[in-house]
T-cell receptor, first 114, second 114 residues
Framework: AQSVTQPDIHITVSEGASLELRCNYS??????LFWYVQSPGQGLQLLLK??????LVQGIKGFEAEFKRSQSSFNLRKPSVHWSDAAEYFCAVGLNSGNTPLVFGKGTRLSVIA | DGGITQSPKYLFRKEGQNVTLSCEQN?????MYWYRQDPGQGLRLIYYSQIVNDFQKGDIAEGYSVSREKKESFPLTVTSAQKNPTAFYLCASSIEVGRIYEQYFGPGTRLTVT
């Protein structure tokens, strides 16, 4: 069965600094990969997705992620963090067959300090 | 204005009572999902439905029930058999975009049982 690991429970970065959130997946074939963001008390918003093609994908709010098959990773990056980026971030993996539920990691909480 | 609505935002119930959480979507999505979110646990799948009048158990279905009589609606009932029902509940729906099924989330309902 597929699984997702987000090794960092909580990360704190300074405003303006770069950010990288880690995500590792376990799945036998090439998966669909997603990053979502959740503000406190809100639903999840899709940031970006990967299925095939260019391994560096661009998303909303200035985020990007890179798929590395050899490392089974799909890390999320942002060159310069803004205070409004403080939220919880979830990585998810989907099967490449049919409309089946995504499997989510446990999330990484991002705090941004001045 | 298309989207997923969940009502109410906050719900309070006494222990031993059943409670139904509403989820409606006007996106014409075929599949709908219910997740439960607890601090540090990520999202856990309760039930999902790929088509009307059909649904499948997720990882933590015990103590919950659902129905899917209409494409637009996927209500979740939290029964008195659910041992620890206090949580944040998220509804989602999905549609195929290219070859990827993207999930979109509602704003969530916070249920407190005392």
């Amino acid at each position: 069965a597929q699984s997702v690991t987000q090794p960092d429970i909580h990360i704190t970065v300074s405003e303006g600094a770069s950010l990288e959130l880690r995500c590792n997946y376990s799945y036998g074939a090439t998966p669909y990969l997603f990053w979502y963001v959740q503000s406190p008390g809100q639903g999840l918003q899709l940031l970006l997705k990967y299925f095939s093609g260019d391994t560096l994908v661009q998303g909303i709010k200035g985020f990007e992620a890179e798929f590395k098959r050899s490392q089974s990773s799909f890390n999320l990056r942002k060159p310069s963090v803004h205070w409004s980026d403080a939220a919880e971030y979830f990585c998810a993996v989907g099967l490449n067959s049919g409309n089946t539920p995504l499997v989510f990691g446990k999330g990484t909480r991002l705090s941004v300090i001045a | 204005d298309g989207g997923i609505t969940q009502s109410p935002k906050y719900l309070f119930r006494k222990e031993g009572q059943n409670v139904t959480l509403s989820c409606e979507q006007n996106l014409n999505h075929d599949a709908m999902y219910w997740y439960r979110q607890d601090p540090g646990q990520g999202l856990r799948l309760i039930y999902y439905s790929q088509i009307v009048n059909d649904f499948q158990k997720g990882d933590i279905a015990e103590g919950y029930s659902v129905s899917r009589e209409k494409k637009e609606s996927f209500p979740l009932t939290v029964t008195s058999a659910q041992k620890n029902p206090t949580a944040f509940y998220l509804c989602a729906s999905s549609i195929e975009v290219g070859r990827i099924y993207e999930q979109y989330f509602g704003p969530g309902t916070r249920l407190t049982v005392t």
